[in-house]
């Protein structure tokens, strides 16, 4: 079982170029996320769903956006990419039911110039 | 109402000794409290967690103490080794109304061989 993974695990981008990150899950979860991990602000949620074809806001979802065209994949997309959108990035999943454990990829560390 | 507040940022322990690591929550509505172990360039993984029934849990070397009137809990690592060397998140979740899972800020702790 691979789990989460994760591509690109590195990008850098220009100032306003666009990019799409994307998420994969072997194992058949409900529910996806996308977090950002800054130094000294932890892990804040993005946005996420709970089923396919299905997504909602999280705390910091502004300049973002994702689509859940299949169960096992979660797309994050930066239309206009900022500096300040220069973060680790990392998706995460969880079954329905025990929902509260979250399985994490390896992250994706993207810097924007 | 929604913050997890994590402490210390940093901390240095020798091989042997005690970790101690504590967070603070507002939101009596969280009834899910795990805690997250991350190593470089590594997402998150789950390593113990507790509900608010019960005032201790213990894994191993790892033990949460939560105190419920307190709106506290704090996760123990006893005998610390080298291999523990990472950065720790608590969190805080609730099954109630709207999706919420928040993380602390986190902790990176370093054991001295």
């Known amino acids: 079982n691979a789990g989460v993974t994760q591509t690109p695990k590195f990008r850098v981008l220009k100032t306003g170029q666009s990019m799409t990150l994307l998420c994969a899950q072997d194992?058949?979860?409900?529910?996806m996320y996308w977090y950002r991990q800054d130094p000294g602000m932890g892990l804040r949620l993005i946005h996420y769903?709970?089923?396919?074809?299905?997504?909602a806001k999280g705390e910091v979802p502004d300049g973002y956006n994702v689509s859940r065209l299949k169960k096992q994949n979660f797309l994050l997309g930066l239309e206009s990419a900022a500096p300040s959108q220069t973060s680790v990035y990392f998706c995460a999943s969880s079954q329905q039911d025990i929902w509260e454990k979250l399985f994490f990829g390896s992250g994706t560390q993207l810097s924007v110039l | 109402q929604q913050q997890v507040k994590q402490s210390p940022q940093s901390l240095i322990v020798q091989k042997g000794g005690i970790s101690i690591i504590n967070c603070a929550y507002e939101?009596?509505?969280?009834?899910?409290f795990p805690w997250y172990q991350q190593f470089p360039g590594k997402g998150p993984a789950l390593l113990i967690a507790i509900r608010p029934d019960v005032s201790e849990k213990k894994e191993g070397r790892f033990t949460i103490s939560f105190n419920k009137s307190a709106k506290q809990f704090s996760l123990h690592i006893m005998d610390s080794q080298p291999g523990d060397s990472a950065t720790y998140f608590c969190a805080a979740s609730t099954t109630a109304g709207t999706y919420k899972y928040i993380f602390g800020t986190g902790t990176r702790l370093k054991v001295l061989a």
């Open positions: 939101n009596t509505a969280f009834d899910y």
């Open positions: 194992m058949n979860h409900e529910y």
């Open positions: 769903s709970v089923g396919e074809g299905t997504t």
